[in-house]
């Protein structure tokens, strides 16, 4: 079994190396056929030298560059240049431990397409703000509605893919955080196996950093996207 694990960043220099490291150890430690690959899209600061760094030394990490911008764009793009058994992508905060990998793996061994991580479902433990989790819920509420999607949390950092659910990818458009629930839509559509399943959820627990997220121009942006989708749907 082949485990292909990216982590996005932009503009992560302050968490990148102690939090990769974090995830190689337990991948180490407990996955006989790793690969983590550290996708960087655009960082200006100096991201792009620890992760060259990371990728010199260990040899189960790689390092790539886009200099296009977008979480979804480098996530997809490794994705569909690589050959693996299972895809995950995980955010480099790490408000989702590497301890939880095992439960995404054994989602996809159990014949899951596609494994998610769920702050909404029975069993989740929520660390966030209220603002943040009032957004989600509202969020998940019209997505849910409008594209007849079943799934309680459609943008947790932390998701895994089988080969025919990376497929479906090459439907998706968008470059950014809305991938998700593009990628989602096309696995309910074409009549895949979805799990969700509960984590453990500590926003940025490693990291000072704030998120960089515009929510308000993200929620509108993001409605025009469901639109678009709700036509697809409909065809």
């Known amino acids: 079994m082949k485990l292909l694990i990216v982590l996005p960043i932009y ?13 190689y150890d337990y991948c180490r430690q407990n996955f ?10 655009a960082s200006t600061d100096n991201s792009g030298t620890i992760g060259r760094n ?5 040899p189960g990490i790689e390092y790539v560059f886009f200099k296009e911008k977008g979480k979804g764009n480098a996530w997809r793009r490794v994705f569909l240049a690589a050959k693996a058994d299972i895809y995950i ?14 439960r995404l793996v054994a989602s996809i061994l159990a014949g899951n397409n596609l494994a998610l991580g769920s702050r909404f479902v029975t069993g989740a433990i929520v660390q966030r703000s ?9 969020y998940r509420l019209v997505a849910g509605l409008m594209l007849h999607l079943k799934v309680k949390d459609l943008q947790c950092g932390f998701k895994a893919l089988d080969n025919q659910a990376k497929e479906l990818l090459n439907f998706t458009k968008d470059d950014g955080f809305f991938l998700d629930t593009e990628l989602i839509f096309w696995a309910r559509k074409q009549g895949l196996r979805i799990e969700e399943m509960p984590v453990i959820w500590q926003e940025n627990q490693f990291s000072p950093r704030k998120s960089k997220v515009n929510l308000l121009k993200t929620g509108f942006e993001y409605l025009k996207k469901i639109i678009t ?7």
């Open 11 to 23: 503009n992560e220099q302050a968490i990148l190396a102690a939090n990769a490291l974090a995830v």
């Open 32 to 41: 006989s056929d790793f690969k983590i690959v550290i996708a960087d899209n």
């Open 54 to 58: 990371l990728a010199g030394r260990l």
């Open 89 to 102: 992508f995980m955010d480099i905060d790490l408000s989702v431990t590497p301890q939880q990998l095992d």
């Open 130 to 138: 209220v603002k943040r989790r009032l957004i989600s819920w509202l």
């Open 229 to 235: 989708l709700l036509f697809i749907d409909k065809k």
